[in-house]
Each structure stands twice: as C-alpha cells, then as structure tokens.
C-alpha cells in the first residue's frame, strides 16, 4: 500500500471559483461555437436542432415579408442557438490548454529499443509496440507508457501529475509504472513498453481533457429522451395551435408560433446539457483524477458502498506511541526513562513515536503526538545499540549498568525470565483497543525485571471521521479493508467512524466482498495500486487505481488518480452526485420557467382577439410584440446567465437524499417558477423602448 | 348558500364508504392478481379457453393477448351492430350504420363507452346484453389486468420480462371482483327504484291526455357494471340523468361510490403487490389531492361560478337535474372525468365555462384522478417513473423507482407513453376543425362552440367517454375520428405499459438505502402532483385558453 501525507482535504468548494465566465474566454470559445452551428452536429441535442430550424424560418420569413418583430426573433433565436454551442464550446476550451501542453510530451523522440539478442538500436519512439524493451537513462524522457522491468530510477512526472518532486520507479513490487513523456532524472533503466502509439496515457488523457471523445452517458442518454419528447409535444401544441387558432378567429402568422416552440420547448437544460457534462470530466481532471469513461463519473454519484484500505487511507501510514502503561512497583520516571532509551536506537517512525510521547510527557500535556519531535536526546556513553532482528523481536540499549528491551510481550517476558498478572492484562487492554502493545523491561545483573507497555496506536487520519459521517447521510456504507486481525480492525473501524470491516483480507476476499455486494444489487467503490488489487479494481464498478501503482492495476481500474491519494474516492462520489444533480436541477428550472412564458406570450396572441384575455397579462408587459420578443430574450439570455452554473455545477452539501431535494426543488423548481415573471417583465420595460415593437 | 351543508355532507357520506371497503377490496385484488389457486369456475373457463392457467407470458405475448382478445371484441360487437335486424330481442331496431357500429365497437371495447346513438332508441336487448354489458365487464378487466401485470412487474426482478398470465388475469378479474360486486350492487340498485326488466317499450297515458312510451330494460344489471367498471354507457341517452337509471340522491351516491371503488382500491392492491403498502398510499395521496381539487374547483364553479345567467338564476341550474341539485351534479361530474367513465348526471355542456373547463381539465390530466379501472393506476405509475426521474437527478442518484433503474429504454417506454395522448388529442382537434365536417356538428358558436368539440376529442382520446353535449357526434366524420382516437388512445398505452413492466419485470432489483430517494412521503406526493399539472397543464393551456378560459373571462 502507497504511504501518502493527507492531501490538505481536497475541499469540493474550492472547485466553483472555476465557474466564472470571463470575456477572454467567451472570445476564445467563439469560433468553435460557431462552427458547432453545422445542423450535423447539433444532431444530438434535438432540442437545440429545432430551435435551429426555427431560426432558419424566421430568417426566411422575414426576408420575404420584413418587420421589426420578425427581424427580433429571427436574430434571438440564432442567439439562442448560438449560446448552446458556446456553453459546450466554452466548457471544452478549459482542457485545451492542459491538452496542449500534454501534446508537447509527445513530440517524436528517439528510444534506445534493446532487441531479444541484447543489442541496442536507436528508433523513432513512435515505432515501438507492446512488448518492446527500451532503455532510459538520466535526462532522458521515458518514450512511451511502460513498466520498470530492471534498474531503480528517480523520474520526474510533473508534467503528468503536476506534483514538482520526483518519485521512485522500480522493477518488482508496486511501483514499477511509468508513463510516457516523463523524464528519467538519475540512473537508468530498463522499460517494456504496454502500449500501442496513439493509444497512451497521456493520449487517453489529452482526449478526456479536450472532450473531443467524450460519450455520452447513460443517464444523459436517458434525460436526453425525456427533452426529446417534451419537445415533440411542444412542437405539436404548436403545429396544431395553427389550425386551433385560425378556427377560433385568431389567426396566428408561423413567426409568432415559432417564438411560441422555442420559448416552451427545454432549451435551458437542452443548451447547457453536453457543456455539464463536459465539465464534470473536467472537475475531475482539476483534481488529477482521469476517468477513462464518463460512464464511471456517473456510476460514482451512484455508489452504495465504498472500500477504503486501512493504511493509508483511514489511519496514516505509521503507528504511534500514544501511552505508556507502568505495572505493580514501577515510577513513571523509570519507565518514562526507559522507554526513551529503549528507542533512541530506533529510527522507525514508531520507535521515533516513542521519543516525541516521553518529550511531550515531560514538556506536559498537549504536544504529544506525531511529528513533535525535534529535540535531540545524547545517547549516554558507553551505550550499545542493540538494533531490531526477526530472531529476537526485540530492540533496545545496553547501557553500563543495566540492559534495557522492548519488543512484542512474547519476546520480552521470555528475556525477562517470568510474567506479570498486571502486565498481561494491560497487554490485552492495548490490543482489544486496537493499539500494539510494546512490552519494556530492564535487566541490572542478569536479574529482569518488567516495566511496563507502549501502546502503539494506528492514528485515525485528522478528519476522515467527518468525512464517513458525510457518506452516512448520503447513504453510503463505508468498509475498511486491512490486513490487520479481527480484534484490532473493530476497534480502529470504531473510532474512524466506518460502517464495517473486512478484517485479515486477502485481495481474494476483496474481490469475493465486491461480488457479494454487487449480486445484492449494490454499486461498489474501491482503490488500490498493486497488482493484486487488479482484479478487484476491474471488479469494482468505480476502480481508481493510484498513479504510482502498477500498470496492471491502472489498466484494471476506470479511473486514475494522479495524486495517489486514496481519500479522493470521497470526492469523486461527490463529483459524480454534483454531475447528476445539476442536470436535474436545471431541467426543473427550464420546464418551470414555461409557465411564466405562457403568461407572458398567451395573452400577447390572442388578446386581439379576445380582448378579454388582458386579465391573464399578469405581467403588464407593455404589448403583444414586445412581450412575445422579451419572452424570446429570456429564453436566450437565461442560457448564458446559467453557463457558469453548468460549468462549476451546483452547489452540494451531503445530506438526505429528502434533504437535498427539498433545496433543489425550492431553488429550481419554485425559483424557475417564479425567475421568468420578473426577467421577462424587466425585459419588457427595455425593449417595449424598441420602435416598431 | 344553505347547500353548502348538504354539499359537504355528500362528500363526506363518500369518503366514509371508501375508506372502509377501499382497503378491503385492495386486499381481496392482490389476493386475486398474486395467488396461486383456481376457483372450479375459473378452470372450466380455462378449459374453453384452452390457456394454461399457470404459465406467465413474457411481456409480449400479454401484449399480444390483450390485443387479440380486443381485436375479438371489436369484431364481435361491429357483426351485433351491423346485424341487429336479423337478431332476437332487436326491439325492432335497424343495423347499425358503418361508421356507428366501428365507433360503438371501438368505444365499448376501450372502456370509454362513449355513445353517438341514444340507447333506448337505437339498440335491443340482445346488443345491449351481450355485446355492450360484456364488453363492459371484459374491457375493464383489460385494464385491470395490465395494471396487475404493471405492479408484477416492479414487484418481479430478474425473470426475463414474464410478467403473469392474462388470462389467468382476466378471468379472475370478472369472477372475482367484477361479477360478484356488480350482483350485489345491481340488487341495491332495484331496491334504490332502478328498473330492471326484460319487457319492450311500454305506453302510458299522460296526465294531460297524452301517451309516452316508457323504454324498459334491463337496466340495473348494465348500471351496476357501468359504474364498477368505470365505463359510463347507459341504457338510455341521458345516463344517469335519467330516473330510471339514478332516481334519487342516494342511488346517485352509489353510483359514485361504485365508480370509485375499484380505481382507489386497485392502488392499493398495487402497494400489496410490491410489497410496500405505503407506496399504494402514496400514489393513491396524489389521486385524492386532485380528485379533490376538481372537486372543489368543480362546485365552486356551479354553485358560485361567474356568469350572469347562473346569478340572475340563482345557481346554474340548466342541465341538471333538481332531485340532484347543483353540488351532486358538479360532484358526479368531477368523479366521472376523473376516472374515464363517462357516466353523466347533468348535461357537462350546460355547466358554467369555468365547470366545463375543470371537467375538460380533469380528462386532459390523462385519466389519473384516480383513473379507469386499472388505467388509472398505471397512467399515474408512468407519471410516477417521470418524478422520479427528475427527482433522482436532483438528489444526485440515477433515478431508480421501487428498486428498478431508469435508464434510456425505460425512459422512452415513459416518454412515448406520456406522448402518447396529447398527440391524439391535439392532432384530433386540429382535425376536427381544419374539415367542414368537423364544425359542422356543433350546436353554439364561437368559443363554446370549440369547447363542444374539444371535450369530444379529449373524451375520446383519454377514453372517458362522457359527451359534453351540444355536439351532434353521429356523423361519419366525427365518429370514424373519435374511433380512431379512443381505438389508439387506449392500446397505445397499454403496450408501452407492458413493455416497460417487461422490462422491469427483466431488471435486477436495486437495494434502497438512506441515498434512495423514499418514494412514500409527502414530499414526493407533492412533487408528483406538480409534475401532473404541469405536465399536462402545459401541453394543454393553449387549447383551454381559446375554449373554456376565453368564454368564462367573457
């Protein structure tokens, strides 16, 4: 398991001062806009598609029969056309420059490829396959995506993951990745390259960044279906209002009516749709996580269960010694003291552990913990090291007058010579409670003697226990995986906060625990880095594999997280939620704001007619053209007021899934209802100024 | 406003009786939809039938099923019509034009009954036996069926899309529940004064001087199922207008209550079956709330509605009955448009703009407060599958109703289905105004003239069935387009119903957890009911905007 600091907790807020607009961007994405106007690409958002057509008529009926209402709408609805296609272009022109400067990684180099017969020849990095050995040496750039199969090497990844300080990348074990454009920055070493040119890591991820590729996903699949029927009903309200109309001796011209469609049909959600999704992918690319499908993003916001691995994850990666416990006839001065020089040999962080507890029982309470340290302690003279082996279990000093040892309590009691009824029981004690029990004693003249326990403690990571609070109100079960036995696992599950425990697991267990939950129906998360962890990462219907790991473990997963950092499953939840959540969001806004649409455009078609109708102009927008341009206007402008809303997505609290609706539908349902009535009215006040209207 | 007492007085008597057999009979439905034994009666049936009682259908050969068991009906009743002169019992009666006897084959099949002949003057006892009376137990047992297998189905998970039997259904359906409540309810029907006879017309002198001719017929045995089964075909052309089909306020209140039973009670037969009572509770909450604003909004507008004639009158009088009065005629009339009878007490055509509208309003809803039988229930379940679609989204969560998630394919099972009725009704519409033939028919200009006509279409289309009035429907134009409009607005549906039960019937079943958005409490009745309206309210606002709204602002 990879070690890492916790990240300073990846705070999912911090995220929406990206969702501002600025005018640089909206120029930048103007020409891809435009050419996003091709009606081919507009096929798939039909929504957007009709409106299209609309324009396209209103621009042909007001060629032939011009009039300043016509030449209004005819300009509003290419602009509302035309603010869809500059949200999805907006949304891609955030990973271009990212995308860009991954392509500068790719410019050809030349590989040192080494042939089956152990000759080295140079070749064009864009000529090797899978299966090709390559060496790299010191200021070189790695020439594709592989794994260290001989030679430790320190390379400098940053400008994949962003992170300035080299990491180690070794043959063997579960560092052994490295990917494709990076740069060797010490000694050399051997790499079998796993993939095809074209088809890399950083080619996967300029792809994802620039969201050129991106699929569509299948609840967008499925929302998009719901947008296509409302507006296949709207577009029959409005053919068959014509006929309707006329009957009733309110005859209507075919602009008016197109105002009408595009005004109810969803163009809100059916404009921002493709630019939401775009930008969740890119919500996660911000935080160094690559989804290799958006079809994970959105099985994330879905998870039920969440596997963490203990170390690393939910307690940092050492132990701590956090109590000393004294048996029957011993000073806490003694066993203070002896502890101390017990661990002045052990440069462990645990044995490091032990020299900052004393410290702080010295200073007084409240520094003691980890990383307090900084005094230095002389070793007296005349002292022997007596450094940790397998054989004895055991660490300590000799000093000149006595011997002093600390070790597992099996170890000791037998170096000792005999037990202690306290002592085994303060032993237990430290084990029931999760902790490891470090047994010190001291020897003057061959005569032993027991002092008392260390309680070495897993330290629960700052925060994490917030964090599974948040995942229980959303309705996700969070499940420890340690290797740690039964008795211990309980404890420390306790104190995280963590809903269960899969103690003593084998990666066997992992992949049977994920099955399990899945055949009860229920969406499993997990991460890892080793190439054990693969089977289950591929299991997992969320598999975040961290970048130091494996290859194979990043091949099994479908995510990637540059950073290493375990905790990010959290967020990525949230992210897949806040994904979801805003395309719902803005439906509701979008259908709620036809009421107020009806009420302004209505009253304005037939009041000619029926002049009895003034009553429903609850509005009193000033005349039937002017209300049904203002109607137009804000159907257009309400698109780009809420571009930023779709980039940065909307604001998320874990709560109750009631909770949550309860705000959304307030915010978006009742604020869509009732936003359009005083937009359109203010929009009036201006354009009624508009001669001829 | 003395009537107001009387008013309340009425809907509470009828809410009481619901609320003590409701829960009753939902219990007796889910036993009949989910049980595994076959009544000796029902196995004979079976065995003419030649149908393996046990064997589930995939959701295709149900589909298929119900459309062949409707196209028989169909066939069957247009060959009663057309050749009426040659059968028995035929009062004398002529065959059937062509386009009539499509039209009332059409319409009995569908359970809309909706009727362009006047009952006692164009039909005999045979027809009106065997092929009106049967249609309308066998139509509202489609219904019921279909809604059985719907409930099956999110019930069911992993079986590949079986989703029951329909004919195991169907049988049961009318042994069971149909028969038994429509002889009881027949029997206090004769007892409440309904006539119920087998002798033809008889001739009767008239205090001054004159004679009428008094149809008889077999009439409380046709009401008692013309109510049960939310199908609204009377004997005579008045409906229960008439008072030898609703002779006084209390039959008038079991008529409702009849018409009610089964909607409510198959809710909560829905919330057995899925192993949840509280979900039934739920959807049958949302029914409630707009049954009773139709209600409120119905009466409102007959007992104190705008319009200067209704006030110089005292009350909006024309067209109803004085033994009903004003409340229980605008309280039949709300109860029949919202559940797809069609049964009238009171001309609709002659309610105030505002009453009419609401009326119109309670059809357009697409028959889900609280429905036909069985099509109620699972025109609000597509209902219910949209709001959670949207309410999932918004609680971060792909949208998953009861356990099933809703992907594409079910939400364009959902979306064609919600489709579906508005196309029908505003296409007819169009229609029926862009011919001479169409206007042609209508008795009033202008925008009451239009309503006459929409009310048609939208009775058709939702298969209601009531008549506004005032429109002269007999015609080759009107009853081959309202033909057409009851014959898809009904077997459309029905198949995507199937098909989606199929497909979750097909579906593995998904865990709730505290991030499942609950689908039983009052937040979730409410949004349902806002997507209702809206939903509805904004495909139709245009058209009620030029019918009822223009001539109630006048």
């Known amino acids: 398991m990879t070690v890492t600091e916790p990240s300073p907790a990846a705070e999912p807020r911090t995220a929406s001062s990206s969702g501002v607009l600025t005018p640089a961007q909206l120029a930048e994405a103007l020409p891809g806009a435009l050419r996003k106007l091709d009606p081919r690409e507009l096929l798939a958002t039909p929504v957007m598609l009709v409106v299209e057509v609309g324009a396209v008529a209103t621009t042909v009926l007001s060629v032939l029969d011009p009039s300043v209402l016509g030449w209004f709408v005819t300009v509003w609805l290419w602009l509302t056309v035309l603010f869809g296609t500059l949200a999805e272009s907006v949304a891609e022109g955030r990973g271009k420059a990212q995308a860009a400067s991954l392509r500068a990684l790719q410019t050809e180099t030349s590989a040192r490829r080494r042939t089956p017969s152990g000759e080295v020849e140079d070749v064009p990095s864009t000529s090797l396959h899978v299966g090709d050995v390559v060496l790299v040496a010191a200021g070189e750039r790695i020439p594709g995506d592989g794994e260290v199969i001989e030679g430790v090497a320190s390379v400098d990844e940053s400008a994949v993951t962003g992170e300035s300080a080299p990491v180690i990348r070794e043959s063997g074990g579960d560092r052994s990745a490295v990917t494709g454009g990076t740069t060797v920055l010490s000694d050399e070493i051997a790499v079998r390259i796993s993939s095809e040119p074209g088809q890399s890591f950083v080619d996967r991820m300029i792809s994802l960044v620039e969201g050129s590729e991106r699929q569509r996903t299948p609840n967008e699949l499925a929302l998009n279906v719901l947008l296509s029927a409302l507006t296949v009903v709207f577009v029959v309200v409005c053919v068959t209002l014509w006929p309707v109309a006329s009957y009733s001796g309110a005859r209507q011209s075919v602009l008016v009516l197109l105002a009408l469609l595009v005004c109810l049909i969803p163009t809100t959600i059916g404009a921002l749709l493709s630019a939401i999704g775009i930008a969740g992918m890119d919500r996660l690319v911000r935080r160094n996580v690559l989804a290799m499908s958006g079809r994970a993003v959105e099985a994330a916001g879905d998870i039920d269960v969440l596997l963490l691995d203990k170390t690393g994850t939910i307690t940092l990666g050492n132990r701590y010694a956090t109590e000393l416990l004294r048996t029957d006839g011993v000073t806490e001065e003694e066993l203070a003291e002896a502890a101390l020089l017990s661990s002045l040999a052990d440069e462990t962080p645990e044995g490091r552990s032990v020299v900052d507890l004393v410290d702080g029982l010295v200073d007084g309470p409240g520094t003691t913990g980890a990383g307090s340290g900084g005094r230095r302690h002389e070793v007296p003279r005349g002292t022997t090291l007596v450094e940790f082996s397998a054989t004895t279990r055991m660490s300590g000093v000799d000093l000149p007058d006595r011997e002093i040892r600390k070790g597992a309590a099996s170890a000791v009691k037998e170096w000792v010579g005999h037990g202690d009824d306290l002592l085994d029981e303060l032993v237990d004690q430290v084990s029931r409670s999760g902790g490891t029990p470090l047994v010190v004693a001291e020897s003057r003249d061959g005569r032993g003697r027991l002092l008392g326990v260390i309680h070495l403690k897993d330290v629960v990571k700052p925060g994490i226990t917030e964090r599974f609070e948040e995942m229980r109100a959303i309705g996700i079960r969070t499940v420890m995986i340690t290797g740690d036995n039964a008795v211990t696992a309980q404890a420390i599950a306790k104190e995280a906060g963590v809903d269960d425990f899969l103690a003593e697991a084998t990666p066997e267990d992992k992949l049977a625990l994920i099955r399990q939950e899945q055949e009860g129906g229920r969406l499993v998360a997990m991460c890892g880095d080793g190439t054990n962890d693969a089977p289950a990462l591929a299991q997992a219907d969320v598999g975040v594999a961290m970048n130091t790991g494996t290859v194979a473990a990043k091949e099994a997963g479908n995510m990637v997280d540059l950073d290493s950092d375990p905790t990010k499953l959290i967020d990525i939840v949230e992210i897949g939620k806040q994904l979801l959540i805003t395309r719902g969001a803005l439906t509701t806004f979008s259908v709620a704001n036809d009421v107020a649409k009806y009420f302004a455009i209505l009253p304005a078609m037939f009041v000619v007619a029926f002049p009895q109708l003034d009553v429903l102009n609850v509005m009193r927008l000033s005349s039937p053209e002017s209300a049904i341009v203002s109607a137009v206007v804000f159907n257009a402008l309400v698109i780009v007021a809420l571009i930023p809303l779709a980039l940065r997505g909307v604001t998320y609290r874990p709560s109750s899934a009631a909770a949550l609706l309860r705000r959304n539908l307030l915010v978006y349902g009742v604020g869509g209802l009732l936003a359009p009535f005083v937009g359109i009215k203010l929009l009036d006040l201006v354009i009624s100024l508009v001669p001829g209207l | ?554």
Request: hydrophobic fraction near 50%; proline fraction near 5%; glycine fraction near 12%.
């Open chain 2, 1 to 554: 406003m003395s009537e107001v007492l009387p008013a309340l007085g009425q809907i509470a008597a009828l809410v009481l009786l619901l609320v003590l057999t409701v829960p009753l009979l939902a219990r007796h439905l889910a036993t009949t939809y989910t049980g595994e034994r076959h009544l000796a009666v029902e196995r004979l049936a079976y065995r003419v039938l030649r149908v393996a009682p046990d064997a589930d259908q995939h959701w295709r050969t149900y589909a298929l099923s119900v459309l062949g068991f409707s196209l028989v009906g169909v066939l069957a009743l247009y060959a009663l019509g057309r050749l009426q002169q040659f059968l028995p019992l035929s009062l004398g009666f002529g065959a059937l034009p062509a386009d009539g006897a499509w039209n009332t084959a059409v319409s009995f099949v569908t359970n809309t009954n909706w009727q362009w002949y006047s009952g006692e003057a164009a039909l005999g006892h045979l027809v009106q036996a065997s092929g009106l009376t049967v249609q309308n137990f066998v139509s509202a047992g489609v219904g019921m069926s279909v809604a059985a297998a719907f409930a099956r189905g999110l019930a069911l998970a992993d079986n590949g899309g079986r989703v029951g039997n329909f004919f195991t259904d169907l049988v049961r359906t009318v042994v069971r529940v149909l028969l038994p409540i429509a002889l009881v309810a027949a029997v206090v029907l004769v007892l409440l004064g309904v006539v119920q006879n087998l002798s033809g017309d008889r001739v009767m002198d008239t205090l001054t001087g004159g004679t009428q001719v008094l149809t008889g017929g077999p009439v409380a045995s046709q009401e008692a199922i013309k109510e049960l089964g939310t199908n609204g075909g009377g004997f005579y052309n008045v409906n229960s207008a008439h008072p030898f089909e609703n002779p006084s306020p209390l039959s008038n209140l079991l008529e409702m209550y009849l018409i009610l039973l089964v909607p409510f009670a198959m809710v909560g037969a829905f919330g057995r079956i899925v192993g949840d009572k509280r979900q039934g509770w739920a959807v049958g909450a949302v029914m409630t709330v707009l049954l009773g604003a139709v209600v409120a909004a119905t009466t409102w507008a007959e007992m104190a509605g705008p319009g200067s004639a209704p006030q110089l009158a005292g009350g909006a009088m024309e067209g109803k009955e004085v033994r009903f009065g004003e409340a229980a005629s605008a309280l039949f009339a709300a109860v029949t448009t919202g559940t797809s009878t069609g049964a009238v007490n009171a001309m609709h055509d002659s309610f105030t703009a505002a009453g009419g509208g609401t009326v119109m309003f309670a059809m357009m809803l697409g028959e889900i407060a609280p429905g036909g039988v069985g099509s109620g229930l699972y025109g609000m379940l597509v209902l219910a599958v949209v709001t959670v679609f949207l309410a999932g989204l918004m609680v971060g969560r792909t949208p998953e109703y009861l356990g099933k998630k809703i992907s594409q394919r079910e939400m364009g099972l959902v979306a064609a289905y919600v489709l579906t009725t508005p196309v029908l009704l505003l296409v007819g519409i169009a229609v029926a105004v862009s011919f001479d033939a169409g206007p042609a028919g209508v008795l009033n200009s202008g925008p009451h003239g239009f309503s006459e006509m929409l009310y048609a279409v939208t009775s058709a289309a939702n298969n209601n069935g009531s008549a506004f009035g005032g429109l002269t429907s007999g015609t080759p134009f009107w009853n081959t387009l309202l033909g057409v409009l009851m014959l898809l607005g009904r077997f459309v549906p029905i198949v995507l119903v199937l098909a989606l039960a199929g497909r979750f019937a097909a579906a593995r079943r998904v865990p709730a957890g505290s991030g499942t958005l609950p689908t039983h409490r009052p937040l979730f009745v409410a949004l349902l009911t806002g997507v209702a309206l809206v939903l509805v309210g904004l495909t139709y606002v245009p058209v009620l905007l030029l019918g009822p709204v223009v001539e109630s602002l006048s």
